[in-house]
């Protein structure tokens, strides 16, 4: 998809440049260019440390990013000018690839918090307040049919929404919670932070599930993956490689079956990258290393 057909059903990026900022001098991403529309799986694929996170956290607002040049447009607006909640508003979606717990805070209260939120609209409609029992947006009772619709769509059990956000839940369960916050809220527009990472084969395709019965025409994704593997369930229209800060190569899913074959390896040095990644197939990682708790941590996360 080029800019030329880009519409206000379209998130366009272009000569996106972002540092940390805390070293705003040292430039992760240096000049993205990508349009993703509504019905379209975009999937981003890339070695360790190519800013694949970078990218998903600066077009949601992440503070601990600085946006050094370019423009992110979505609905007709400057998004880079929105703050994270506004841009949450205007349909847009992150699922977090470390997600934090919030001991104390049931599931059910904040995602129906975020569900009136997000119904206020990016102009906070004033009829709408979430934080007035009878302005407060959805009523309970349709709130606890949507939730159970939409744990059904999971695999969830119900007992699920009175337990606290993320606390002693198992890798797969936090990112079916991710899931679950996508299902209810949904957007036009989802982020997918290496959601395969820290799942088994089972949750996996559970989480896959839920994603594939959630996109429709309205729905536009970016995919962002490590591994071949997840796309085994989702099927993207496209796949890019980003290294280096940049989008190297961009193709259909049999680019992402080239790089389970050869690795990153072959695809760098034909865009003239200097490289150490090595040229072994994208093989997954099996058993206890799968496990959340074994990566690094990531910083803070925004609010959606």
């Known amino acids: ?36 529309g509504q019905g379209e799986v975009h999937a981003i694929m890339g070695p360790n440390g190519s800013g694949k996170t970078t990218l998903a956290y600066a077009l949601m607002g992440h503070p601990a990013y600085l946006v050094t040049g370019g423009e992110v447009l979505w609905k007709g607006r400057d998004i880079l000018a929105l703050s994270p909640d506004k841009r949450s508003r205007l349909g847009m979606f992150l699922a977090f690839q470390y997600p934090t717990a919030i001991p104390g805070l049931s599931v059910a209260s904040f995602i129906r918090s975020a569900l009136n939120a997000r119904l206020q609209g990016v102009d906070k409609d004033t009829d709408i307040d979430p934080t007035d029992p009878v302005k407060g947006g959805v009523s309970m009772r349709d709130f606890r049919n949507k939730m159970r619709e939409k744990m059904g769509l999971l695999r969830m059990d119900e007992g699920f929404a009175s337990r606290y956000v993320n606390e002693g839940f198992s890798g797969g369960e936090k990112k079916r919670l991710e899931m679950l916050q996508m299902a209810v809220l949904e957007p036009e527009m989802a982020i997918l932070d290496e959601t395969d990472s820290g799942l088994d084969i089972d949750a996996l395709r559970i989480v896959a599930e839920g994603v594939n019965a959630m996109l429709n025409p309205n729905l536009g994704v970016l995919l962002i993956t490590h591994y071949q593997r997840l796309l085994n369930y989702i099927t993207p229209d496209y796949v890019h490689v980003l290294a280096q800060g940049r989008i190297v190569k961009s193709g259909g899913k049999d680019l992402a079956l080239r790089l389970e074959d050869e690795g990153y390896g072959p695809i760098l040095r034909e865009a003239g990258l200097e490289t150490n990644v090595s040229d072994e197939a994208l093989l997954v990682p099996k058993g206890p290393e799968l496990e959340l708790g074994t990566e690094p941590a990531e910083p803070v996360e925004a609010a959606r």
Do not use: F, N, S, Y
């Not at 900022?21 to 430039?27: I, S």
């Open 1 to 36: 998809m080029t800019d030329q057909h880009a519409t206000d059903q379209h998130l366009v990026i272009r000569g996106l440049r972002v540092a940390p900022a805390a070293h705003p001098d040292r430039e992760i991403l240096q000049g993205i260019d990508l349009t993703v």
